[in-house]
């Protein structure tokens, strides 16, 4: 069975700092990886698609497949970057989109 | 484009009794996924309904259908609600099947609550 795992519920650090939020995942096939982000009063909404290998907002995440990781990494955290962010999987072959596998969700607190 | 609307938003109910809650996906938008989130299992997959047919179903038990009408609009029912049902059931839209139409968007939700 397919499963994502956060491992921090709550992460806090100073503006400035960096900041790697974790994600684990456990998939005998080659998954696609998301992270969803949600800020404080809005949805739910992509931040980023593994495949894309793009930044968004300053965030990065690489998918090790050794490790089994996609943990998404900002270099100098803002404070408008707080808010929970999910890693979600989607499972290979025909698997459809609209069915992603959420880890628990961590939430990010920026302090000034 | 209006975004993905949920109804109703907030809801109370008796164990019991029976619900139904309401998603109008964007525009355009054929898939529809729905999810059940609560602090203790974070957010998981109802199901999904593709061209009003069910084409993937989360480990819930029966008592959670749903359906999706031609004008892809869906409605998730829940029956014999239990105190455990009390979540926010979330509902997202994607625009098709392709490949490239991985993103779904999400709406705000409709947070029930089973007394």
């Known amino acids: 069975a397919q499963r994502v795992t956060q491992p921090e519920k709550l992460l806090s650090v100073f503006k400035g700092a960096p900041v790697e939020l974790k994600c684990n995942y456990s998939?005998?096939?080659?998954?696609?990886l998301f992270w969803y982000v949600q800020y404080s009063r809005q949805r739910l909404q992509l931040l980023l698609r593994?495949?894309s290998r793009e930044s968004i907002k300053g965030f990065t995440a690489d998918l090790n497949k050794g490790e089994t990781s996609f943990h998404l990494k900002k270099p100098f955290a803002q404070e408008e970057d707080s808010a929970m962010y999910y890693c979600?999987?989607?499972?290979?072959?025909?698997?459809?989109?609209?069915?992603?596998?959420f880890g628990q969700g961590t939430i990010l607190t920026v302090h000034p | 484009k209006a975004g993905v609307t949920q109804t109703p938003r907030y809801l109370i109910k008796t164990r019991g009794q029976q619900v139904t809650l309401s998603c109008s996906p964007i525009?355009?938008?054929?898939?529809v996924s729905w999810y059940q989130q609560t602090p203790g299992q974070g957010l998981q997959f109802l199901f999904e309904?593709?061209?009003?047919?069910?084409?993937n179903k989360g480990n819930f038990p029966g008592r959670f259908s749903g359906r999706q009408f031609s004008n892809s609009r869906s409605e998730m029912n829940v029956s014999t609600l239990e105190l455990g049902d009390s979540a926010l059931y979330l509902c997202?839209?994607?625009?098709?099947?392709?490949?490239?139409?991985?993103?779904?968007?999400f709406g705000p939700g409709t947070r029930l609550t089973v007394t």
């Open positions: 997202a839209s994607r625009s098709g099947d392709r490949v490239n139409s991985y993103e779904q968007y």
């Open positions: 998939y005998s096939g080659s998954p696609e």
């Open positions: 593994h495949i």
């Open positions: 979600a999987l989607k499972s290979a072959g025909g698997t459809s989109y609209g069915k992603l596998t």
């Open positions: 525009s355009g938008h054929r898939s």
């Open positions: 309904y593709f061209s009003e047919t069910q084409r």
